[in-house]
C-alpha cells in the first residue's frame, strides 16, 4: 500500500511541477514515506533525516516531509525532536502535500497533518490520473482496520475501515490498463471487508474482469472471518483472478489468537481453506506468522509447525512480535528475546523446506508467466507466475508485457528459472 500511495504522492506534486531527480543528493524535496508496523521504524526516519542533513551541509535546506503511518502515529515527537522534519502527514491526508510544500516555500511555520478524513483524500486522488505504467499494478480499494488485534498499529494509524466506490475503481484501473497494466492487484488492510453500498470484493472482481485487456486480478492482505462465500464462489467463476490467497493466521494456537483477538480460531481458518480447495483445487496460500506473542508456550509453538505442516503454505512471512506503543499487547508480559529468536529460525527453517519441496516439484512442468520487465542490458526477462512465483527467461524475443508458456528448469527459494516454450498442452501446467 506504501508503493500505491508512493506512487500517488509522484502523481499530486507533478501538479505543482516537481519532478523526479536523477540522483537522490540532487533533490530539493524529500517525502520519507513510513510504515509504523513493527519497531525501528521512527529510528529509520531519523538515521534518514541524518543522511539528508550531512549531504545538505553548507548548501540550502531541502524541504524534508514525513509521510505514512509513522508521521501519523508519532508526527508530534517528531516535528518536536528533529527541526529538520518541515511537515508530518498521516496517510490519509497526503492529498494535502502540494497545500504543504506551497506553505513550507513560503516559510510559515511547521505542518501537522494527521487528522483523518480518508473519503476527502479519495474524492481529491479521483481527480488525478494515476500515471503509473506498469505491467502490474497496485490499487487501494480498501482502508484501515475496525478489527482491533491486539499487537496491531493499524486501526490506530490508517482508522476505520472505508471502501472505495465500485465506480471510481473501475475507472482507475481501466485507466491503468490504457496505460499497459495487464495485472492488478486490489489493495486493503482488509481487502475482503470490502463493502461499498453492499457489494462485496466479490462484485467488484466481476465488474474489473470486464476490462478486455485486463488479464489477472489479485487481491491483498484478506482477513479469514471476512471470507464470504461470494468470494470464494469467485474463485471458480472469475478465470483472471489468480489461485493464490495471502490469509494471514498468525498463530496456529487457539489459545494465542483468543489472546491476540483475532476473532477466528484454527478450525475456522481450516474451513475457509478447505472451501476455497474445494471449490478450484488449484488454489495455494501464503500466511504471515507472529512468533513469540506474550504467553506462547512450547505447546502453541509446535501447533504453529503443525499448522505450517497441514496447509502447506508456498510462502510465509514470519515475524518476532514486537510492541508497538499504544496497543494492548504492549504492556502484556514478552517472552525472553532468546527463546523467539530460537523460534523464529526453527519456523524459518521448516517453513523453507516446505517451501523448496513445493518449488521442486514445478521443475520440468510449464507454468504461464507475465512478464514485467528485461534486466538492464541483458537479453533476461523477469515475469510471475499464476503464484505470484518469480520467473526469469532468457530470450531473444521481447517478452515483456506478455503471459507466456514456460518450461521451468530449475530455481531457487526466490526464483525459478525456466525456457519459453512454443506451445503447450493444457493438463501439463503445474497444479
Ligand atoms: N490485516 C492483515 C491481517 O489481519 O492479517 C495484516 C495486516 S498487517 C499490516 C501485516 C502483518 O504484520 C500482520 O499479518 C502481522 O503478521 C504483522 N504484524 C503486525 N503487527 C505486528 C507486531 N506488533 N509484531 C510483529 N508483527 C506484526
Ligand atoms: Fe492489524 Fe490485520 Fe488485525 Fe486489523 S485485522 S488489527 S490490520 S492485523
Do not use: W
Request: hydrophobic share 35%.
Amino acid at each position: 500500500m506504501n508503493e500505491y500511495d508512493s506512487n500517488r504522492i509522484y502523481d499530486l506534486v507533478k501538479k505543482i511541477n516537481y519532478k523526479k531527480a536523477n540522483k537522490i543528493e540532487d533533490a530539493d524535496c524529500y517525502v520519507l514515506n513510513t510504515c509504523h508496523i513493527r519497531e525501528k521504524a521512527t529510528e529509520k526516519v531519523y538515521h534518514d533525516v541524518g543522511r539528508i542533513k550531512k549531504n545538505f551541509r553548507n548548501k540550502k535546506k531541502p524541504i524534508v516531509i514525513v509521510t505514512g503511518c509513522v508521521a501519523q502515529a508519532e508526527g508530534a515527537i517528531l516535528l518536536n525532536k528533529e527541526k529538520y522534519i518541515d511537515a508530518v502527514i498521516g496517510p490519509q491526508s497526503y492529498h494535502e502535500i502540494n497545500n504543504a510544500i506551497i506553505k513550507i516555500e513560503k516559510k510559515t511555520k511547521k505542518i501537522d497533518y494527521t487528522d483523518f478524513e480518508v473519503n476527502e483524500k479519495f474524492d481529491t486522488l479521483n481527480q488525478i490520473r494515476n500515471s503509473n505504467s506498469k505491467v502490474s499494478s497496485f490499487i487501494t480499494i480498501q482502508e484501515g482496520c475496525d478489527k482491533f488485534c491486539k499487537f496491531c498499529v493499524v486501526p490506530y494509524t490508517r482508522g476505520a475501515e472505508f471502501s472505495r466506490s465500485i465506480e471510481e475503481l473501475s475507472d482507475e484501473c481501466k485507466k491503468l490498463v490504457d496505460n499497459g497494466s495487464k495485472e492488478i492487484t486490489l489493495l486493503g488492510q482488509n481487502v475482503n471487508a470490502y463493502n461499498y453500498n453492499n457489494r462485496r470484493l466479490s462484485d467488484l472482481i466481476y465488474q474489473l474482469s470486464k476490462i478486455e485487456n485486463l488479464k489477472r486480478i489479485r487481491y491483498t492482505t484478506s482477513h479469514p472471518i471476512d471470507f464470504t462465500t461470494d468470494l470464494i464462489d469467485a474463485h471458480h467463476k472469475s478465470s483472471k483472478l489468480m489461485p493464490f490467497i495471502h490469509l494471514p493466521v498468525q498463530s496456529g494456537s487457539n489459545k494465542i489468537l483468543k489472546d491476540m483477538n483475532r476473532k477466528h480460531n484454527i478450525e475456522e481458518y481450516l474451513e475457509v481453506v478447505s472451501k476455497l480447495k474445494k471449490i478450484n483445487s488449484k488454489i495455494k496460500f501464503s500466511s504471515d506468522f507472529i512468533i513469540g506473542y506474550p504467553g506462547e508456550t512450547k505447546e502453541d509453538f509446535n501447533e504453529t509447525l503443525k499448522l505450517l505442516k497441514e496447509v502447506e503454505f508456498i510462502n510465509t512471512y514470519s515475524f518476532i512480535f514486537s510492541p508497538r506503543p499504544g496497543t494492548p499487547a504492549a504492556s502484556m508480559k514478552k517472552i525472553s528475546d532468546g527463546i523467539a529468536k530460537e523460534r523464529l529460525i526453527m519456523f524459518q527453517k521448516t517453513a523453507n523446506e516446505i517451501k523448496m519441496n513445493y518449488r521442486k516439484k514445478l521443475f520440468d512442468k510449464k507454468s504461464l508467466v507475465l512478464f514485467e520487465n528485461r534486466e538492464v542490458n541483458t537479453n533476461k526477462f523477469f515475469g510471475r507466475d499464476e503464484y505470484s512465483n518469480s520467473v526469469i527467461v532468457k530470450s531473444d524475443k521481447n517478452l515483456t508485457a506478455t503471459i507466456t508458456e514456460v518450461k521451468i528448469l530449475s530455481g531457487n527459494l526466490n526464483t525459478l528459472f525456466g525456457e519459453t516454450i512454443p506451445r503447450i498442452a493444457k493438463n501439463d501446467f503445474a497444479a
